[in-house]
Structures are given as structure tokens and as C-alpha cells.
């Protein structure tokens, strides 16, 4: 006999729509963030950094090192102490277990760049201090830096100089007020940092005008929802879709201006596209993380894990509506569907371990089997585009030749502003606040008065 599986699961992938009230960041006082450079770590831990300097800086801590205005110095974690050298150092001098490189104004009243191979983003300058540090038995280095100065970075990392200014403008103003309610975090070490798990920060270039025109013309204002500042998520592009957190992230309140709506601009433009991913269905050859997510659902049916002997069918069922703001039905949330067979079990205790191999045959020679139909199991969107590695939730799916095949549009998880939406938006002559508006229902931008 044959069991067969019938499994019902709807795809989502969400967060909460944070909205942080108007109380003042105590780094927005002095008007600086602490910007952790993860990147730094891209290929493991680091123990060592060479920096150069161009412009008047000093290390308070030590004032016996005189730090030359264009100097190159090397920082090496020596058995639990900083060391220094370079330029006009005598050898190597110890700094203790961590230090800050400060920057002063130069004469002409302008300020300087620390330069950096960084081992994510290539060769980078950085405007601020810069604090090396010891933790956990490795190198550390955060950068203290004016908020604007950051957005510089951050333009510079989530878009780039050739984008129209008025999608620059948007893009500065809601990086703004996502890093603002960072600040107000109180973290002790640092308040974000450089990747694309917070915003992308790639320090200063000067040769980025059009980025430096967009948050000096911006500067100081906020996306503002009611009374509080707004936690502003963006994406890269949303497939056509502008998408609710609450069917984005694992938990969420989905509150305030987060709509679900169609974007046709995201669609219009000729970045945002389809792309097809193909998985095979044999299961002797089928992607891990899959494997294990199917096996997760049938367990959660059949009380044992089994082994999943093949995958005979896979359609998508008619989508949910989940949220009355919604406006018409959620790409990311669906009923996946697939007729799955099993053998008997998936524990493999021939060893007398009793531990489960999910690739292990099954302890019956026979391998005899029976057919059952269960529905109810859910999983969501986010589970199976990272197990997979598509690049958004927003598919559908078929069963062709023996193949899972995937048609994903969008690029990321769907809330808030559309990067590519937003620069079809301005090429069409729409500019910033036409912009926000639309991402962002019943918002207004305001300057920063704290």
C-alpha cells in the first residue's frame, strides 16, 4: 500500500510595523550614532587593521602617539593588547584593550577621513571617530559619526550616486528616521550596524554629490505617523505588491501606515523581474532545508518523522485574505498544497543509537505504506524562501518533469518603500513626498525638533 500526504501549507513572511513614539535619542542630543562595522568580519573574526589617515586626528587615551595628518598606522591584537605602528611611532606602542581614533577640524575648518580595507565593501573612508576595541578575543571597530555623515553611507550602500534625486531624497529621509529609532534603543555598545540586517553603510565618498545633495537638502527631517516617527522598512522590490509586516515577519502588529496595495510602478520598471528556480522532487536529491520542512509537516500529523519516498503533486490553493487594510489578496500568504508519500519511519536504530538520520531507510524491508489525506499544516512564506535561498516570498509554483518549479518576482520581503518602484516614481516626474505617500499611508515628514 501507499500513504500519501496531503499537505496543506500557506506561505507568509512578516514583522512588527514598529512605530516609536517622540522621545528624544540620547545620541540624537550630540547628533552622532555608533555604527558597529560588522562587515569587517565578512570573512571571520579579525585580529588586525591597517588604517590611514587624511586630515587631524589624536587618540586621547594615549597622547604620547602623535598621529600624523596623512599617516598610515597598523592596529594588532597582541595576547589581549592593542598595539600600534606607522607613521612616526618608534616600533609598536600598546593602547591598552581598546581606544578611539578622534577626529578634529582640520585648519581650513574641514574634517578628514579614516581609510580602511574593509572585508565586505573594498577600500572605504570614514568620517567621525573610530573606536578599536577588543571583544571576545578579537578586533572590534565602530564608528562614531554624525547622523547625516551616516546617511552619506548609507545612500551610498542601499542605492547609489546614479539614482534620480528625488528617489535619493526618499531613501535619505526614511533611513533617518529608521536609524533615529535605533538610537532610542539605549544599547550600550553600539546602536546598528553596516549590513543589510539594519541599512547598508559604506562611510563617505565625495565623488557621491548626488547622494550628499539628497540628505543635505533632507537634512533633519523624519517620516512621522501621527505623533511618532516612523520605523521605515524598504525593500529592494516587491514584485508588484506593497506587502503588510504582519505577512512579512514571524509576529507583528502590522499597524499604522502599512497597507497592502498593488504598486505598479514597482512592475514598471525593467529592474524588477521574474526569475525561475528549479528544485528536483527526488527525494534522494532534494534540497536539505526542503526535505526537513516537508518532513517537519508531516510529523506534525503523524506524531513520527518519516521518510518521504516522493512527491507526486503540488498546486497553490485560492489565496487568504489576512488583514481588513488589505487591499485585494496577499502574494506571500497562500495555501501550498503538495501529495506527498511516505514510508513507514525515518528512525534508523540499527546502531542501537536511536538517532534520527532523515536520509536513513526505513527500518521495514518491505517499505509498505498506506494513503491518508491531512490538511491544516501551515507553513509560512519566509520558511520556505530561506530554505530554498529564493529571493522573495512572492511566488508561485508547479510541478513540471519531475522538478519543483518557482516563478519569484520581487527581490526581499515587500514592505514599506520599493526601491525600484520608487526611482520608476521619480523618473516620472513624481518627487519625494508624492513618493513616501504612497509607501507609506497618512504619513508626513517633519523636521526633527528634539
Known sequence: MKRVLALLCSLTVLCAALLVGVPTAQAAVDGTVRVWLESMNEYGT??????????S????????????????????????????SGTGINGQVPVGTKFTVKQHKNDDGSIGTISLYNNRYGNRSYRGDMLFEIYNGSLRL????????????????ELSNTFPLETLKAQAIIARSYVYNRMLTNEPNYEIGDTSSDQVYKGYNSANTNIIRAVDETAGILL?????????????????????????????????????????????????RSVTYTFTTDPDSLDTSFYVLIQDKVYQEL???????????????????TDERSRGISRNYQTMNMTVTVRESGWSSSDDSNVYD?????DSDSGSVETVEVGGVTVRGGTVRAALGLRSACFEWELQDGNFVFYVTGYGHGVGLSQYGADAMAESGADYQTILTHYYTGVTVEVFNG
Not at 579579525?46 to 587624511?54: A, F, G, N, W
Not at 565602530?142 to 550602500?157: C, F
Not at 532523515?358 to 526505513?362: E, G, I, M, N, R
Open 224 to 272: 512621522q505617523y501621527g505623533s511618532k516617527y516612523v520605523n521605515a522598512y524598504f525593500g529592494a522590490s516587491n514584485g508588484g505588491q506593497v506587502e503588510l509586516p504582519g505577512n512579512a515577519w514571524s509576529s507583528s502588529s502590522s499597524e499604522g501606515c502599512y497597507v497592502m496595495k498593488d504598486d505598479p510602478y514597482d512592475v514598471r520598471n525593467p529592474s524588477s
Open 358 to 362: 532523515p536520509f536513513a531507510p526505513s
Open 142 to 157: 565602530i564608528n562614531y559619526v554624525y547622523i547625516e555623515d551616516y546617511l552619506y553611507g548609507v545612500l551610498a550602500g
Open 46 to 55: 579579525i585580529q588586525s587593521v591597517s588604517i590611514t589617515l587624511d586630515g
Open 303 to 321: 506524531g513520527y518523522y518519516p521518510n518521504i519516498a516522493g512527491i507526486q503533486d503540488v498546486w497553490l490553493s485560492d489565496p487568504v485574505e
Open 57 to 84: 586626528y589624536s587618540i586621547p587615551t594615549a597622547p604620547e602617539v602623535s598621529l600624523s595628518t596623512r599617516g598610515t598606522y597598523y592596529i594588532e591584537n597582541v595576547d589581549g593588547t592593542l598595539m600600534i
